[in-house]
């Protein structure tokens, strides 16, 4: 039997990260125009640095929607972990 009442946790990660996004195209001029989109070749990301964590606890139940509209907040559990050094 499958238990519903099963909780899930959100994890989101925030930050900065270097990377390398190369495109392919048949042309110069479709090259150097910065707004047309090529063929992805491939994405490098480097040096991660991670400013902060959240954390979420998610019970799998939907608000209505005149909660939505008053503007009421949800009842959700939020864990923000902080990954600075700084003090």
Known sequence: ?????????????????????????????????PSSEGELVEVVVQEIK???????EHDGRHQSATTEADGQTAKEKWVVCSNSTES
């Open 1 to 33: 039997m499958i238990d519903k009442s099963t909780k899930k946790v959100i994890r989101t990660k925030y930050g900065d990260a270097n990377f390398k996004y190369v495109e392919s195209f048949d042309s110069v001029k479709k090259a150097a125009d």
């Open 50 to 56: 991670w400013d902060h964590t959240k954390v979420k």
